[in-house]
């Protein structure tokens, strides 16, 4: 076991004007939604250049919401991608849509959107992509073909807060865009999530679905006139969101600093250790678009005697937490009963199965980093087949 202190995959950083900010609203006794929440729903639409923005308590949630929203429901099929995690195919199955399946772009990890097309049938009527690791994907595309076919678009965006396109930030464009902010999230409420909309309207009846379908009138008038369930965000939540967005910026400084000595450190020690040869191939090397959610690496399994697991487990004998984001979902046994088949995905079976999240989060010193890349290195080199 290592001496040195333990670096895990990831973890959130709240100041003591954060904490000092969530007493405040514990001694305030409104702790559930409230006056916090309004302010940093308010903040938030600012933040996307004016949109409605409406939230909730987690990222599931506001990916559920955008499809009921969207009027997507039994008999529909929605487009997405095999490599996320597993609520982004749940919520389709919620709503009693069909989630399809189209194979990912072996260089971003992404849906491939070239092959989206063909996936597109009379039922459907939505694509939900992901932004793995916070990389967007090209939303020219994207949206060209959803006007082609006239669908939605539900971006699964949970990774991808203070990413941008074309020097626009990911949320002031698009159509419903879905974040989280759950606890290992560029911005992070401990839990939560937010939605982005179009108009007014279509973020009052996500308000409804939210809180029970719920309308009230007067002092003492209320209404339900849809289902709606339990997803509203509390005051606690909203004041630590607030108290985050402040300190976005540096975050983001220090996560793209940290990614770019990734890369620095990861390249030199492969050389230095002779394993050039080995095909560890590192993610997109984009400092325009994304927000450096997570630095993923693809392992050269083919090429080495042991499986990612033992790789993981010596890094984590070395202090080295890892994470893995994501297994392919149509692998789990619920698709598999669905009938869905891992083979049909052959890009995301090898990303799903190969795929390694090494540690990145604003706290990290630059020496982790060293620390990380010549601990990853000795372990492939240690383990590369003759």
């Known amino acids: 076991m290592s001496a040195l202190p333990f670096i895990p995959f990831t973890r959130p950083s709240f100041d003591q004007e954060t904490i000092d900010a969530v007493g405040e609203v514990l001694r305030s006794g409104w702790v559930t939604s409230g006056p916090k929440l309004a302010e940093f729903e308010s903040t938030l639409s600012e933040y996307f250049g004016g949109r409605p923005v409406r939230c909730f308590a987690n990222g599931t949630a506001t990916m559920k919401i955008a499809l009921q929203v969207a009027g997507i429901g039994t008999g529909d099929e929605v487009i997405t991608t095999p490599i996320s995690w597993v609520a982004t195919a749940n919520v389709i199955l919620g709503v009693g849509a069909k989630p399809i399946f189209v194979d990912i772009d072996p260089i971003t990890r992404n849906i491939d959107l070239s092959k989206v097309s063909a996936a597109i049938t009379p039922k459907t009527r939505a694509i939900m992509p992901v932004y793995l690791a916070g990389l967007p994907v090209d939303m020219d595309q994207l949206y060209a073909i959803a006007k082609q076919h006239n669908l939605r678009v539900i971006e699964d965006a ?3 807060f203070g990413s941008q396109w074309k020097g626009k930030k990911i949320g002031a464009i698009g159509d419903l865009v879905s974040f989280s902010f759950q606890a290992n999230k560029n911005l992070s409420t401990v839990e ?87 095909k560890l191939e590192l993610p997109p090397e984009n400092f325009t678009d994304s927000n450096w959610h997570m630095f993923q690496v693809i392992l050269p399994l083919d090429q080495l005697n042991v499986d990612r697991a ?11 937490g890892t994470g893995v984001h994501y297994p392919t979902i149509t692998g789990f046994t619920l698709y598999k009963n669905l009938g869905y088949q891992i083979a049909s995905t052959p890009v995301a079976e090898r990303i799903g199965r190969m795929i390694l999240t090494l540690p990145l989060f604003p706290g990290m010193a630059d020496g982790d980093v060293s620390r990380i890349a010549q601990s990853l290195c000795s372990i492939l080199k240690k383990h590369r087949k003759n």
């Open 158 to 160: 949970a990774q991808a």
């Open 310 to 320: 033992q790789v993981m487990t010596e890094l984590k004998d070395l202090g080295i």
């Open 192 to 278: 939560g999530g937010c939605l982005v909309f179009n108009n007014l309207d279509e973020a009052k009846l996500a308000e409804k679905f939210r809180l029970q379908g719920l309308t009230r009138h007067g002092i003492d008038g209320m209404d339900v006139d849809v289902l709606g369930g339990k997803d509203n965000l509390t005051d606690v939540n909203a004041v630590i969101g607030l108290h985050q967005l402040k300190q976005l910026p540096a975050f983001q400084n220090r996560r793209t600093h940290l990614a770019r000595e990734y890369f620095n450190v990861i390249r030199t020690e492969m050389k230095s250790t002779g394993i050039e040869d080995l």
